[in-house]
């Protein structure tokens, strides 16, 4: 039952990326189109070739380079986006526990957090010149304010009764912030970790076009600029995956941490 259930659920998960490229493939062949939006086919073509090819050869810069750029990629993420639930996460339950910490934090982070990344990659550059460490700074920032911000919210949303019952057993304020509200927060906190890391992943594409010279985004605006649109949809559609795959990682980990949580909704 479950076996029939999952496939159908596969099949419908199917239809619309199925429909996606048909009419991609439609579209691509009309001669109008030609050199602006290549086929599946020469998508797939030149994908291929910047996976498994061997470098070196020919003119194409682009062979073989494909796990290369997705590893400058993935890390530059992985660090940047550490940072920002490393910081986010404790301070996001200070400002949503403590009115002092609110006050102090709160209207700073709420300045700021309106400013697009793309207005900090001047800065950056100007700070950190063409180098790792302004496209990590960069997607710090992308994924500190939704991380803070839904970690701040699940603090504040505490179930008042269970602070009522940890202050009556004697719990310490300590205790009360990572026996109950951590706790109480998780939901949130994981939601604003996918939410984070969705926008760290945006903020690595655009600082790698500007701010470094390596990475998906780097190849992506450089494919681009000499006109191969079949390397610029297989950089969105590779930046797309490990998109996907990151979350589903979150996703994992939050199902494990969360088990109550699975129990509750069955």
Request: proline share 5%.
């Amino acid at each position: 039952m479950k076996t029939t259930v999952h496939f159908k659920q596969l099949m419908l998960g199917l239809v619309i990326p199925t429909v996606v490229v048909v009419l991609w493939q439609v579209m691509g062949s009309m001669p109008d189109m030609a050199g602006i939006l290549p086929t599946p086919l020469k998508v797939l073509e030149g994908w291929h070739s910047w996976i498994f090819a061997k470098p070196g050869l020919g003119l194409n810069p682009y062979l073989g380079t494909w796990l290369a750029n997705v590893e400058y990629s993935s890390m530059r993420v992985a660090q940047g986006f550490t940072l920002a639930a490393l910081v986010g996460v404790p301070l996001g339950l200070l400002i949503g526990w403590s009115k002092f910490i609110s006050q102090m934090f709160d209207p700073m982070i709420q300045s700021l957090r309106p400013i697009p990344i793309t207005a900090w990659l001047p800065f950056s550059i100007a700070v950190f010149g063409i180098r790792d460490i302004g496209s990590i700074f960069l997607i710090f920032l992308g994924g500190f304010y939704a991380i803070v911000v839904n970690t701040t919210q699940g603090a504040r949303d505490v179930d008042r009764n269970l602070v009522r019952a940890a202050l009556m057993m004697g719990a310490s304020r300590t205790q009360l912030l990572l026996r109950v509200v951590l706790p109480a927060a998780m939901p949130s906190i994981f939601t604003g970790l996918r939410i984070g890391l969705g926008i760290s992943w945006t903020a690595v594409i655009v600082s790698e076009m500007v701010a470094v010279k390596s990475g998906l985004g780097y190849v992506l605006w450089d494919a681009y600029y000499v006109g191969r649109m079949d390397i610029v949809l297989a950089d969105m559609v590779s930046i797309g995956a490990m998109g996907y795959i990151s979350d589903r990682i979150i996703v994992f980990i939050e199902r494990k941490m969360l088990v109550w949580r699975i129990l509750q909704s069955h």
